[in-house]
């Protein structure tokens, strides 16, 4: 199956600073990645996301970026603010046979802590 | 619209104990999924439903059980508990678009511990 890696596993920053956040995956067939973010006690929630036939996807100071040939993606979050401070999840998944159910695959998850 | 709903948010079971956790979406939404979270080990899929009737077991099934007879339910059966299951359960609703299955909505929550 699937395997997805996260890296780091925390990291801290200072207020302003961006913060890069990476994951690698395994299986190539793999094509939608979402980015979630968790507050503390809180849900996941979907911040951004790409599908495989796009490079790269901003949205304010997020933006994600994804290199099929190497099998990996990345978070990067500028301006970094005190609120952003949460956990943030990758995923990769794989669309089943004629455009079905994705089976899922989190990365364990980032710990950032943005310093004021 | 409520979204993904869970009951009980709080549970403590002993050990051997049953206990069903329960999910609901008003989204209309094809797909379901059980995950578990525990420290370390980011979420991990238990299992899921394509529609009203299937089911399939994801990474960690043992000792769960899940039926889907509507489109909004989809409950999570432990049937013996253990000290193990100890973690938090998210249940998650999406559908498939245009551009393929879009995002999960995830529900708030169940804590369990079993002592």
């Known amino acids: 199956g699937e395997n997805v890696e996260q890296h780091p596993s925390t990291l801290s920053v200072q207020e302003g600073d961006s913060a890069v956040i990476k994951c690698t995956y395994s299986?190539?067939?793999?094509?939608?990645f979402p980015w979630y973010k968790q507050e503390l006690g809180k849900r996941p929630q979907l911040i951004i996301d790409?599908?495989?036939?796009?490079g790269e996807k901003k949205d304010q100071r997020i933006a994600v970026t994804l290199n099929k040939t190497a099998k990996h993606f990345s978070l990067h979050i500028t301006e970094t603010q005190p609120e952003d401070s949460a956990v943030y999840f990758c995923a990769a998944s794989i669309e089943g046979p004629g455009g079905g159910y994705q089976k899922v695959t989190f990365g364990i998850g980032t710990k950032l802590q943005v310093i004021p | 619209n409520a979204g993904v709903t869970q009951t009980p948010k709080f549970q403590v079971l002993k050990t051997g104990q049953s206990m069903t956790l329960q999910c609901a979406q008003d989204m209309n939404h094809e797909y379901m999924s059980w995950y578990r979270q525990d420290p370390g080990m980011g979420l991990r899929l238990i299992h899921y439903s394509v529609g009203a009737g299937i089911t399939d077991q994801g990474e960690v099934p043992n000792g769960y059980n899940v039926s889907r007879s509507t489109t909004e339910d989809f409950p999570l059966r432990l049937l013996s508990a253990a000290p193990s299951q100890t973690s938090v359960y998210f249940c998650a609703s999406s559908y498939s678009g245009p551009s393929g299955v879009d995002t999960q909505y995830f529900g708030p929550g169940t804590r369990l511990t079993v002592l």
């Open positions: 299986d190539s067939a793999s094509n939608y």
């Open positions: 790409i599908r495989s036939n796009v």
